[in-house]
């Protein structure tokens, strides 16, 4: 029986966290979304049964009082449990640079300026605001893990192999929550025995691009070219369910005692993103 609090259940991997970690009913699994009563009517809807083991709170990476409320109320339903693993998975996957490279920002600067303050606030400093805010839960919980959902993109290696020019300003929080991650653990780590651990998904099938332009679909299409090349396996992008599953081994497997604090690893536990 383990407590786990999830970030952005209310869609794509987040939601599916959500539906396999409350599969077992003895786990208590508390989701944190921006719309509760949307997010409880999609819980009902979709996963019926007895899901009375999930509890969704309001929380909103760019408001700081509303991830303080949601650590307290949060505190009251777990009492002296604790929290077990605390999953940093909501982000900001934003539209704006997605499908250009960093010469494309140079127009509508302050559009670009905009959306790029509220992907970083999202990214990395909600992210930061959270995990000091549930670490004296964690402090509290038995297994005391911290999962922060990264995603291949901000691997600086990656990037110079692949030349993967597209999403800069996205792939550039990634890389700084990262190392945030890192920072917490080298707070954190070998001290508290707390695991903070950077995992990228993999390649996941949300239906984000399923509304794309030819141009969009065009540049979607070169990406997995380059992914082709990176990785002649790689077959497309895995589902939800197989993205979670994944990932979920890679957090059990790992250990500060066996030297994964602070690390940034893939859904399959390695450098390899796809
Ligand atoms: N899908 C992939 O291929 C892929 C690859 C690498 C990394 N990732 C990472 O995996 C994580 C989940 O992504 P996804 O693909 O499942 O994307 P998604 O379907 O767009 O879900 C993103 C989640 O984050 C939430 N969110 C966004 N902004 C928020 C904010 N300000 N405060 C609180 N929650 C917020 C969203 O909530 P709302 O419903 O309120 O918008 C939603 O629940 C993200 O961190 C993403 O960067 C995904």
């Given amino acids: ?28 699994v508390i989701g944190l979304v921006r719309n509760k009563t949307a997010t409880e009517t999609k819980v ?18 760019t408001n700081y009082a509303s ?13 002296d449990r604790g929290v077990d693993y605390l999953v940093a998975n909501a982000g900001l996957v934003p539209e704006f640079d997605a499908f250009g490279p960093v010469s494309a920002l140079s127009d509508n600067i302050d559009q670009v300026d905009r959306l790029t303050a509220e992907t970083f606030q999202t990214n990395v400093t909600g992210q930061l605001h959270l995990f000091n805010l549930f670490v004296p839960l964690i402090k509290k919980g038995k297994v005391k893990k911290v999962i922060a959902i990264s995603s291949g993109v901000g691997d600086v290696d990656f990037i110079n192999q692949t030349e993967m020019d597209v999403a800069p300003i996205y792939a550039a929080s990634k890389a700084a ?13 070998k001290k508290e025995g707390i695991l903070f651990l950077s995992i990228s998904p993999g390649l996941v099938d949300v239906g984000r691009y399923e509304n794309s332009t030819p141009e969009q679909v065009n540049v979607f299409g070169g990406l997995v070219g380059k992914l082709v090349a990176y990785a002649p396996h790689f077959k497309g992008p895995i589902t939800p369910e197989e993205s979670v599953k994944a990932v979920r081994a890679v957090w059990e497997e790992a250990s500060v005692e066996e030297g994964w604090g602070g690390a940034f690893v893939s859904h399959l536990g390695s450098k390899q993103w796809v």
Wanted: aromatic share 6%.
């Fill in 67 to 79: 991830l303080k409320e949601a650590a307290a109320e949060t505190a009251k339903i777990v009492g």
């Fill in 44 to 61: 009902a809807e979709e996963l019926g049964g007895d899901r009375s083991n999930v509890h969704i709170l309001h929380g909103d990476l």
């Fill in 177 to 189: 929550l990262n190392l945030i991650v890192a920072k917490f653990n080298a707070e954190y780590g």
């Fill in 1 to 28: 029986m383990s407590v786990y609090v999830v970030t952005g259940v209310s869609k794509g991997i987040g939601f599916e966290f959500l539906r396999q970690l409350s599969e077992d009913k003895d786990n208590l």
